[in-house]
């Protein structure tokens, strides 16, 4: 089967040039499309296939054909809460990003200048290439009772009674913010660069305050960097697994530790496969609605 | 104004750093149970030098992430000649083909691998992850190369091959040195990618053979086990280095570009 895509593939461009730089192009894109093809796209193939079966094809199991798995939610209806708890997380933790992260790009943008404005990009970038697991993991030193910000507490409230965020919906949410910040920066920056004091000294001169400039100015201006970052991490959240299981304990139950238990734990990897690719059309239908909102907005402009 | 946007950054970059800041501190802490205040010691580092399972699976990380780079960047360099320099039917498409790995959460392309894998007989192991991992880079070797290549003139090789080059001669002799920059930046790319991958890794890994995020994970799961911050100290030191050459590579790219 693997031939056979690659086959096609590389008869694709030979068909447009035929001869000999059409099998030059095929030569050079052949091995990268034929690993993806490999690696990506048969997977998620056989995970389609493995979706409709009852169980999974191993020994000498006879297939069996379903579309039972496609069904869960109404057969365990806790999972439509276990959803929503995914999707709460992905619409929280975009907000959150987008609060911070749209004044920090203006602020990058507009405050400051040459090499300041390269040293502070590059401190934004750098926790990027740190694991992201390990900043996970910090948090917990943070958040737990007698951690870091306990500690801080007291240093502050001597008589105070000891917290403790770990293990909570919000401990969650502050890995997740952590963790997708710099998305939203960046994506934010390139808009927040297109602003020209123009734009800004035209609206003051014709009496804006603060808010309405940024309401009118700022935010139409910025949009576009606010939809692809919002994208760039609501994505990943709704399927995120390892945040929630560290920083949430057993409140974290989500859509992804749900998906990771069907493969790991359960070994009911029909249903995994039906679960992921569910999700997976949830994901897609973002992107369609996404890239339409973006296309509108630039053929209005 | 200035000034308030200033200060808004500072705070932003605090929240960035704390949990980074706590890590670091942590590891030069003696305190198994991560209290305060902190009693400086380099006592986790020796303990992590006896850690053999740790270490193990960190020359494994090692290890794929070397193979990756390597295999992604020859691949992915291949696939941006043919992208950024031909015109061809069908481009467009090989494009938007280039989306799922990125776009896709890894949970679903790890867990599609693992069942691809494990049902084809390919299965698990260090094996497994280089070819998830190596497709999970490519991606963003082809975008790095691609935008290395925009900023090169055509023109230059074909001045060659009009001077009487093979068209392979003209890409050795003219578009590979002056591309080089570009190839090194996503040739550390790929390194980084694979070096932080942690789910795909997760789903292929096998009891007896893992990298250095899933140790960490399964570390973590069980207890407390402060070598972790001893050695992604060490790691942060590393990919610190490595962003500043890249940085300083892609600034190389642009200075190209503009000659």
Redesign the interface.
Known sequence: MAEVIEQR?MA??S???PGR??W??AA??A???G??T??????????LF?SFLKAA??GNRTLQYTLDNYFAFVRRPYLFDVAWTSIKLGLLTTAICAA?GL??A???A???HGRSRQV?F??????F???????I??????L?E???LD?LLHLVIPGAASASLLYSFPAIIIGLV?AY??YM?LTCYLSAVTIEDAHIEAARSLGARLPMIFWKVVLPLTAPGLISGAILIF??V?????EP??LGGRVGVTM?TV??DQ??QAFN?PL??AL??T??AF?LLI?AASSRLLSGRVGAQ | MIVLGRSYLLAVLAFLYLPIGVMVAMAFNASALYTLPIDPSLHWFAVLAENGPLLAATRNSLLIACATSAAATLLGTLAALALERRQFRGRSLLRILLLPPIAIPWLITGTAMLVFFFWTGIGRGIHAMIIGHVALALPYVVLVVGTGLKSLRADLEEAAMSLGSTPIHAFFAVTLPLLLPSVIAAALFAFAISLDQFVVSYFLSTPGVSTLPVEIYSSIRKGFTPEINAISTIFLGVSTVLVLIFAQLSHLGGKVDRR
């Open positions: 593939r694709a461009p068909v447009a040039r730089a059409g030059g192009i050079l894109v091995p990268a499309y690993w993806l490999l690696a990506v796209f048969l997977p998620l193939g056989a995970m493995f094809p191993f911070i004044p920090a203006v602020a990058l507009r405050a400051t502070l590059l401190l934004i970038v750098l926790p290439w740190t694991n992201g697991l390990v900043r993991f910090s948090w917990t030193m943070v737990r007698g951690g870091v500690y952590h910040l710099p920066i994505v990943p709704i399927g995120s697994f390892m299981r560290i992804g998906i990771e493969f790991v990897w995994g496969a992921s690719f999700m997976l994901v992107f």
